[in-house]
C-alpha cells in the first residue's frame, strides 16, 4: 500500500499579477520540475501554520495564509501525494531559494511555459483560468 502524504503549496502573488514559482533542485524527487513552494502537513497542523512554517523555513520570508485554493491527490510510482494549495500573501522578507534551484515571478499567463511537478498542474490549470 502506497503512502499517502498530505503537503500544502504556497501561492504567492505580488503586486505586479506574478506568481511565486519554485524550480526543484537535483538533490530533490522530482528534480527541475516547477512547483508551488510549501511542503509536508505536520500532524496537529492547519493549512495555514503548515504554510506559514514552510515557507519560512524554505524561503526565509513570512507570509500570511489567506484562503484554500485547491486540493489535488496525484499517484506517483512509490506515494500519493494529496497537495492542497493555499493563497498567500507576502508580509516580510523576499523569498529566497535555499532548497530550491530557483524562483522567479511569473505572470499566470505564462505559468504553463514551465515544465511543472504533476501534482501541481490541476493548480496551475485553475490559476490561469481564474480571475485575480
Same mark, same amino acid.
Given at each position: 500500500m502506497k503512502k499517502t502524504i498530505k503537503v500544502v503549496g504556497a501561492i504567492i502573488e505580488n503586486s505586479n499579477s506574478e506568481i511565486l514559482c519554485a524550480l526543484r533542485s537535483p538533490k530533490m524527487s522530482m528534480p527541475n520540475l516547477w512547483e508551488f513552494p510549501g511542503g509536508k502537513i505536520e500532524k496537529g497542523e492547519s493549512n495555514g501554520q503548515a504554510i506559514e512554517r514552510e515557507i519560512r523555513e524554505e524561503l526565509s520570508?513570512?507570509? =500570511?495564509? @489567506?484562503?484554500?485554493?485547491?486540493? !489535488?491527490?496525484?499517484?506517483?510510482?512509490?506515494?500519493?501525494?494529496?497537495?492542497?494549495? *493555499?493563497?498567500?500573501?507576502?508580509?516580510?522578507?523576499?523569498?529566497?531559494?535555499?532548497?530550491?534551484? =530557483?524562483? @522567479?515571478?511569473?505572470?499566470?499567463? !505564462?505559468?504553463?511555459?514551465?515544465?511543472?511537478?504533476?501534482?501541481?498542474?490541476?493548480? *496551475?490549470?485553475?490559476?490561469?483560468?481564474?480571475?485575480?
Amino acid at each position: 500500500m502506497k503512502k499517502t502524504i498530505k503537503v500544502v503549496g504556497a501561492i504567492i502573488e505580488n503586486s505586479n499579477s506574478e506568481i511565486l514559482c519554485a524550480l526543484r533542485s537535483p538533490k530533490m524527487s522530482m528534480p527541475n520540475l516547477w512547483e508551488f513552494p510549501g511542503g509536508k502537513i505536520e500532524k496537529g497542523e492547519s493549512n495555514g501554520q503548515a504554510i506559514e512554517r514552510e515557507i519560512r523555513e524554505e524561503l526565509s520570508c513570512k507570509v =500570511k495564509y @489567506i484562503e484554500d485554493f485547491n486540493d !489535488n491527490t496525484h499517484e506517483y510510482d512509490n506515494v500519493i501525494v494529496n497537495l492542497i494549495t *493555499v493563497k498567500c500573501k507576502l508580509i516580510e522578507g523576499i523569498p529566497t531559494a535555499s532548497e530550491h534551484s =530557483k524562483l @522567479i515571478w511569473l505572470k499566470r499567463e !505564462n505559468l504553463d511555459s514551465l515544465k511543472w511537478a504533476p501534482a501541481d498542474i490541476p493548480a *496551475v490549470e485553475e490559476l490561469k483560468n481564474a480571475e485575480c
